[in-house]
């Protein structure tokens, strides 16, 4: 099989003097670094992390709230020392929002400035002048392609943008590069790390998905999610957190409107630390419920279906 | 490997997942990168490739053990395996077929010994403390003692793997393994609680065993038949490709999975269009707010958002036998996007009519609704036979002043109208009120108007009869007429 690096294949067309080194060696480094961060992550998450670097492709993560997709890429971050440039999406979200934008004031400024001064000013220089770099704004995208240090990019909750304002982020999530049409293609100074992050409530363009690995992160299992909660929650007892994990996995079996995420878990299990609980009881899970449910059917259900007593102590 | 890989993608695209051009080039140059004889590394590096659409794993997963069964697994450290004593030594520990599991790599507990030289007790036995232990590695080999045991599989019968997943249940018994595990769990003083939970546990371990066995069975289906061949006949249907009509059971649960999640993109999706479709008048306040950092000269106009007129929904659905589970997934769509219609009402009708709005009403969540149908609507007069014109009789005497030229009138039914009379000329006055009147009918149209079917007399009256076997034809249908 020809293997062409695709590192090498992508510093080649940006023009970097070096091909940037590996951030990772395998897979369990991977796994290894994000733990020092206090990120558990398990197979699934850390082969993708590992192969996003290696062929420098963005990663799309999806999966329910609150799993954990957003503090993958600062754990990432964290773990290869980069600097996370985040870009939070909403609907509305435009290109001088998210990619960059003239600086109208200060173009105006100089435009006033040169008037004042003498009207002999040629208007070729002056328009030269004020589309230079030096009137442009950088916004989240444009500043993470041209940083020189090493960044991790995080697109956070892509699926809040409309379908039409996902073309915008095409150019980079392949090329690594962004068009300006005053100034020409701003090129990567090195290889950032791209996260997207989505929940899932719309479907995303194909353009999109086809440039980008795709890693689901559900609902962590039994043992991973008591390490987790041990990791994240000082002070809490093995037991006590073995106990919670099996409490959110029954929840979540439930068929419950919303349910219980590893935030709430946290959440929860700090809750229980607090109270100085060293096991939970039924009395202890009915009273803290609502840390895990937002929804006062889903409170109910839990509670009748966990303990068997019905509304009368939801 | 190239082969291998062009061949499995062949089968993705079969089973319905859209596997481009350039993603299959991806996931050629992944390979590169990895170890190719770790076989979870494989899987991951496919699916992260591969696939872009969480509810696909499962049928990428399905094709994925077919294609790199273990026993043909691309690495050279798997020994060739005997068939017959399927007991020999697995090298590798890490079996990812059962889902969920992931084995540490240990080498196997117990469970050695020549092929059923273990008693059906020692099996059960066996089988318990694997499970009570957590230990993996011991249940597969359970699972594949099990399947050497009862499933009686024969070299070149073309049945499918369920039968022999079904033989092997059976006999393995695991209700009582289920309850010992449970007596095993629960302690003296164990609360309400406590109990839940120990329940669950020893549901998740049964699971788990369950896969393992299945996992084992289509290992030897592969070896038996060919990958190919194999891959057919356990392809499955996307979820939202499911036909409605003839759904079993556990594709019955994958739809009602399916349906909140899709209802859920669907509300979205159109609320924005709504949003988008049209710009509400200029809202000035905002406008000359705007104008200040461009010197007073409204460069920039802002518009108040729109308010377009939502429609009114009427839904009158058959929920006879034949056709009750499109009719509730059918009600649950349209109620769970409610805020996208000014007003919906829904009535159900077998051979009487009756209204369940307040169902829909009461609670916040359709599918509880749609489960109070069954057993609070009043809606057999006579037989119990669905009939239609009666139906549409009983409507229009009741609730056709509710009918203005702001409705839409949707009825589901298969119009197998059991050699009633049709009564068309009442849909036929339906529709010179409504708005519209739409028809969904969950039978393929080849069999239109075959044998008892009398959609034909009542298409006429219908501005669009619509075949809606699938949820994905019902979104689309549903997302226009919103």
Not at chain 1, 124 to 152: G, H, K, Q, W, Y
Not at chain 2, 290 to 305: M, Q, Y
């Amino acid at each position: 099989m020809s293997s062409i690096d695709p590192r090498q294949e992508l510093a080649d067309r940006l023009g970097l003097a070096e091909v940037p080194p590996a951030r990772f060696e395998n897979v369990a480094e991977v796994i290894e670094k994000l733990r020092q961060n206090d990120y558990l992550s398990d197979e699934a998450i850390a082969s993708v992390t590992f192969l996003a670097d290696r062929l420098a492709k963005p990663v799309l993560v999806e999966g329910p709230a609150g799993t954990g997709k957003t503090a993958l890429a600062k754990a990432v971050a964290d773990a290869v020392g980069a600097r996370l440039i985040r870009l939070q999406c909403y609907e509305g979200l435009d290109e001088s929002k998210a990619l960059y934008e003239w600086n109208y004031r200060k173009q105006l400024l100089r435009i006033q400035a040169g008037r004042s001064e003498s009207s002999t000013e040629d208007w070729s220089a002056l328009e030269e002048d004020i589309f230079a770099e030096e009137f442009l704004l950088t916004r989240p995208l444009l500043e993470a392609i041209s940083a020189t240090e090493p960044v991790v990019l995080l697109i956070d909750e892509i699926d809040r943008v409309e379908l039409e304002t996902e073309a915008l982020l095409l150019e980079i999530l392949s090329e690594y590069q962004v068009s300006i049409p005053e100034l020409g293609t701003v090129k990567a100074k090195q290889i950032p790390m791209v996260f997207l992050t989505s929940n899932n409530t719309r479907e995303l363009s194909e353009a999109l998905k086809r440039r980008c690995l795709y890693l689901y992160v559900g609902y962590p299992d039994v043992e991973r999610e008591r390490d987790i909660i041990i990791s994240r929650v000082p002070g809490i007892s093995t037991a006590l957190a073995e106990q919670i994990a099996r409490v959110v996995r029954s929840l979540r079996n439930l068929d419950l409107k919303k349910a219980p995420s590893v935030s709430e878990t946290l959440d929860w299990a700090r809750t229980l630390v607090l109270l100085g609980r060293e096991e939970i009881g039924e009395a202890d899970a009915v009273a803290t419920l609502h840390i895990l449910l937002k929804y006062q059917a889903d409170l109910e259900k839990a509670t009748k279906e966990l303990v068997g007593r019905g509304k009368a102590l939801a | 490997m190239r082969n291998l890989l062009g061949e499995f993608i062949v089968e993705l695209r079969a089973a319905g997942l859209p596997v481009s051009m350039s993603e299959h080039v991806d996931a050629a140059r992944a390979l590169t990168a990895i170890d190719i004889s770790d076989r979870d590394m494989v899987k991951a590096c496919l699916a992260a490739t591969l696939v872009k659409n969480g509810d696909h794993m499962p049928v990428f997963s399905t094709a994925f053990d077919v294609y790199f069964s273990n026993r043909h697994a691309s690495g050279a450290d798997l020994g060739e395996m005997d068939e017959e004593s399927s007991n020999a030594d697995e090298t590798k520990g890490d079996d990812p077929n059962a889902t969920g599991m992931r084995g540490s790599g240990r080498s196997r507990g117990m469970g050695g010994g020549g092929g059923s030289s273990m008693s059906a007790e020692e099996l059960a036995e066996m089988l318990f403390k694997a499970m009570q232990s957590n230990d993996m590695n011991s249940m597969r080999s359970g699972a594949r003692e099990a399947v050497d045991r009862y499933a009686g599989m024969e070299p070149g019968r073309p049945v499918g793997g369920t039968y022999y997943l079904y033989r092997t249940l059976r006999n393995l018994d695991l209700d009582t393994l289920m309850d010992r595990l449970i007596a095993a769990g629960t302690k003296a003083e164990a609360d309400g609680l406590e109990e839940r939970l120990v329940k669950d546990e020893a549901k998740a371990k049964v699971e788990a065993l369950k896969a393992a066995i299945e996992a084992e069975i289509r290992e030897r289906l592969v070896d038996d038949r060919g990958a190919e061949a194999l891959g057919k006949s356990v392809r499955k249907p996307l979820p939202e490709d499911i036909d409605v009509m003839h759904a079993n059971r556990d594709e019955m649960a994958q739809l009602e999975r399916a349906l909140k999640p899709l209802s859920r993109k669907l509300a979205t999706r159109l609320a924005r269009r709504r949003r988008k479709r049209r710009r509400g008048p200029i809202d000035l306040r905002s406008t000359v707010r705007r104008s200040l950092s461009t010197g007073g000269v409204p460069i920039d106009l802002r518009f108040k958002p729109p308010h377009p007129a939502k429609p009114e929904i009427v839904v009158i659905a058959d929920i006879s036998g034949s056709v009750a589970s499109f009719a509730r997934f059918t009600l649950h769509m349209v109620h769970a996007i409610s805020s996208q219609f000014s007003k919906v009402r829904s009535f159900v009708f077998v051979d009487g009519l009756d209204e369940v709005t307040h169902l829909f009403e009461e609670s916040d969540d359709p599918a509880e609704a749609v489960a109070r149908i069954n057993s609070e609507a009043d809606v057999i007069a006579f037989d119990g036979h669905s009939d239609y014109g009666r139906a549409l009789l009983v409507f229009h005497e009741k609730y056709a002043s509710t009918i203005n030229k702001r409705t839409a009138v949707l009825i589901l039914g298969d119009a197998r109208n059991n050699y009633h009379q049709a009564h068309a000329e009442v849909l036929a006055d339906l529709k010179f009120r409504a708005r519209n009147v739409y028809w969904l009918n969950p039978e393929p149209t080849s069999y239109w108007n075959s044998g008892d079917s009398v959609i034909r007399e009542y298409a006429p009256y219908c501005d669009k009869v619509v075949e809606c076997r699938s949820l994905r034809q019902l979104e689309a249908f549903v997302g226009d007429l919103a």
